[in-house]
């Protein structure tokens, strides 16, 4: 009986696959019509399948093929995509099928296509809007982009709008595409407040720009809407308080200056000089906000993963000795290159990069943070003993516990106090996965220094002296560098965006980010409060006005 039972159940398979009946043919059909692109077969074949006596029941991704052929139909070859599309969802809705993401996403896509219909963008937008309560599915970027996109044609900057909150309350983040067309319906719209929230929400989400975001933002640029935008006179010390706590890029006070914008494309020096207006570009960091909870993020963990009292005993130690611009990664800078016979753990070498640090900043020394266990080994050697006794005596030695990770120590000092970490240390481990933070990479190019030696002598690579990403200067200047498929900065192209006469000297650093090639981070934080005293006494020029 089991064997007969088990001989049989393959044979009734096999019959399922060869079956030949109205489904199979439509699938088949489907199929060949999927890989053709040809949604006019496709929707005659279902038409044809319907009609029949023995019509199939279709199966959910049947559906899908029919909508994704359909939302990339050619108009002369199907006169009216949507009226098939709606025709074909309603016989879905009828059978029973439940509808997918993707099935609502694509009907939404060929709604807003279709030119005949004025309300075919409302709709579009309805069934994405709806579509959660309705089917229980989620909506995803692709599911708002088709009709964003069908607002901007008809040019409704507020039904954009509309398109941009719902998709926030979603937490769908936009991207270049849909943030281009916000920017656009804005600009047309001559909406110069929108313009400029969706200028720094674009540089929230991209570092360059393509083509047609350059040719959008060229185009409000150069619009008497744009000469009109901003204003004359601003508090010169609340616009550098407001670039130092953006992490140096940027103020997001509003237009500065007024009349019209001069837009060019040009290239920056190795420098970060402008070729077009002169200003030299910010090495931007992340904000001060970011900072605090990146600091707050690692020190969470750490305390997790650490003896709770030993890493909060370094966190009280380093508030009473913070005045650093320079944390060393030890252990990591001592094993440099020192896998050969005589080689071991290399106080020379660690030595060399405090001392480079410290001819740096004119003197002052950096943290080192070595394992206790390293220490123990190393004192046993006078010479030894006397370097690290010296470094001890000026606050230059942390030395984390034996069982901790002193990677922990090492990356929340830098974090904390917001200054340089030395190390070649990639930082791509377990460690740093568990951060899972988006802007580690942004914060690693602001404050990693790298190294190597040369004769005995450390050689720091220091951060580069600008990022290319979007900046906007505190005379309210903008610089926005296009893609460069090379990924050769100095090919790149750069919007340079300026109102006549408001750059500073072609030679002089932006004095209010913070984060210019100059000045570390540390002291850049403390920077502002130095200026307002300076400035105190009389007023800036350049038609800016500071406090009373």
């Not at 096999?14 to 043919?25: C, H, V, Y």
């Amino acid at each position: 009986m089991a064997t007969a039972a088990g001989a049989s159940s393959p044979a009734r398979r096999r019959a399922r696959r060869g079956s030949k009946g109205p489904n199979s043919d439509l699938s088949r059909t489907l199929t060949d019509c999927t890989r053709r692109g040809d949604a006019a077969a496709a929707m005659a074949a279902f038409d044809s399948a319907l009609s029949g006596p023995d019509a199939p029941r279709l199966l959910a991704h049947q559906y899908n093929q029919l909508f994704h052929l359909l939302a990339t139909a050619d108009a002369d070859s199907l006169p009216n995509p949507a009226a098939a599309a709606r025709r074909v969802f309603s016989h879905m809705l009828g059978s029973g099928a439940s509808p997918s993401e993707a099935t609502i996403t694509s009907l939404a896509r060929v709604t807003a296509s279709d030119a005949s219909n004025p309300a075919a963008a409302d709709e579009a937008f309805d069934l994405v809007a709806t579509m959660r309560d309705k089917y229980g599915v989620a909506p995803r970027l692709r599911s708002y982009s088709p009709v964003l996109a069908a607002f901007r044609r008809a040019g409704d900057a507020g039904k954009a709008y509309a398109v941009d909150a719902h998709m926030e309350a979603s937490v769908v983040a936009p991207e270049e595409p849909e943030i281009a067309a916000l920017l656009d319906v804005s600009a047309k719209a001559g909406d110069a407040d929108k313009v400029y929230e969706y200028m720094h929400k674009l540089s929230r989400t991209v570092d360059c720009v393509g083509e047609e975001t350059a040719e959008v933002l060229e185009g409000w640029f150069r619009s008497d809407k744009a000469a009109m935008a901003g204003k004359a006179e601003w508090d010169a010390c609340n616009v550098k308080d407001a670039i130092v706590a953006n992490g140096g890029g940027c103020h997001r006070l509003g237009w500065l200056g007024s009349g019209p914008w001069t837009v060019q494309r040009v290239r920056v020096g190795g420098d970060g000089q402008c070729e077009g207006c002169g200003c030299r570009l910010a090495c931007v960091d992340i904000d001060v906000e970011e900072t605090q909870r990146f600091a707050d993020s690692v020190a969470g963990l750490a305390l997790q993963r650490e003896t709770k009292t030993n890493f909060s005993q370094f966190q009280e130690w380093l508030e009473g000795h913070g005045a650093y611009e320079a944390i060393v990664d030890g252990a990591n800078i001592a094993l440099y290159q020192q896998n050969f016979a005589e080689g071991g753990f290399s106080l020379t070498q660690l030595d060399a990069v405090v001392t480079e640090l410290r001819d740096i900043y004119n003197g002052k020394w950096p943290l080192v943070v070595l394992h206790n266990k390293r220490i123990a080994k190393l004192m046993e050697n006078a010479s030894n003993r006397h370097l690290i006794e010296t470094w001890r005596a000026n606050g230059a030695l942390y030395t984390s516990p034996i069982g901790s990770n002193d990677d922990w120590y090492w990356l929340y000092a830098a974090i904390r106090l917001n200054c340089l970490l030395v190390t070649n240390d990639e930082m791509r481990d377990h460690i740093f996965e568990l951060l899972g933070s988006s802007f580690f990479p942004k914060w690693k190019q602001r404050h990693q220094v790298k190294y190597t030696f040369s004769k005995g002598k450390a050689v720091l690579m220091m951060p580069p002296p600008y990022s290319s990403e979007i900046q906007e200067s505190e005379m309210g200047s903008w610089h926005v560098p296009m893609e460069e498929k090379s990924g050769d900065d100095r090919a790149r192209i750069w919007l340079c965006i300026d109102r006549t006469g408001h750059c500073k000297h072609p030679h002089e650093a932006p004095a209010a980010n913070g984060v210019v090639q100059d000045v570390s981070p540390t002291e850049a934080s403390h920077g502002c409060e130095q200026r307002r005293a300076e400035h105190n006494g009389g007023s800036l020029t350049g038609k800016r006005k500071d406090r009373n």
